[in-house]
């Protein structure tokens, strides 16, 4: 089916584990991103990815490590996890054509729980 | 920073209309409005946009100030599945990487 989709849904992990967030989109869209979404917080974006094999840091890429080998894919992987990294991972994209409105479409989330 | 301010809350009786409000006085020429909401323990969902001139869509309506420094989106009759917080958010329209940066937005309950 079209769309966005995360995997997985729900994970808990150890500290000092890696870890793997998964997002795939299906509208060959040029542009993802990956937001945490902390209480208090609100969404805060890790990073993004303009186009395949061009990735930037967004405002809390600690920890965190990005790859986009296939523009449909963008993983987002937790070397060694902590306990502060247990959040709600979002993933989006959005289109780069100049019709289009922007506006970006967001995954259903992965809830991480780190112990 | 967020370049937006929101009130943190507002009630909506359910088939009433609701307005939300939003300051954004530093918002340059080139910086298109943006709304967004969020239902719970779901992913953000892209509502509406605009540059100057009013938006209407299938679900919301747009006013944007002739001075640009304030809109108001408005949800004509509210049902209770509106319940969400709402994210106002300026950016240039033809930067499409450029990320969107959420506040903390509007927590709007819609009740019966």
């Known amino acids: 089916d079209a769309g966005i989709t995360q995997s997985p849904r729900y994970k808990i992990t150890e500290t000092g584990r890696q870890v793997t967030l998964m997002c795939h989109q299906t509208?060959?869209?040029?542009?993802m991103f990956w937001y945490r979404q902390d209480l208090g917080h609100g969404l805060r974006l890790i990073y993004y990815s303009a186009a395949a094999d061009i990735t930037d840091k967004g405002e809390v890429p600690d920890g965190y490590v990005v790859s986009r080998s296939k523009t449909e894919n963008f993983p987002l992987t937790l070397e060694s996890a902590t306990r502060s990294q247990t959040s709600v991972y979002f993933c989006?994209?959005?289109?780069?054509?100049?019709?289009?409105?922007?506006?970006?479409?967001f995954g259903s989330g992965t809830r991480l729980t780190v112990v | 920073d967020a370049k937006t301010t929101q009130p943190p809350s507002m009630d909506c009786a359910e088939g009433r209309a609701a307005n939300l409000p939003c300051n954004h006085s530093?918002?340059?020429?080139?910086?298109?409005v943006y709304w967004y909401r969020q239902i719970h323990s779901q992913g953000p969902q892209y509502i509406i946009h605009?540059?100057?001139n009013n938006e209407t869509n299938e679900m919301a309506s747009l006013i944007i100030t002739e001075d640009r420094k304030s809109s108001t989106l408005i949800l004509p009759h509210a049902t209770l599945r509106d319940t969400a917080v709402y994210y106002c958010i300026v950016r240039p329209h033809n930067q499409a990487g450029t990320a969107l940066i959420f506040g903390k937005g509007t927590t709007l309950s819609v009740s019966s």
């Open positions: 989006a994209s959005s289109e780069s054509r100049q019709t289009a409105n922007y506006g970006y479409t």
């Open positions: 530093t918002i340059s020429g080139n910086e298109y």
């Open positions: 605009g540059l100057k």
């Open positions: 509208w060959s869209h040029s542009y």
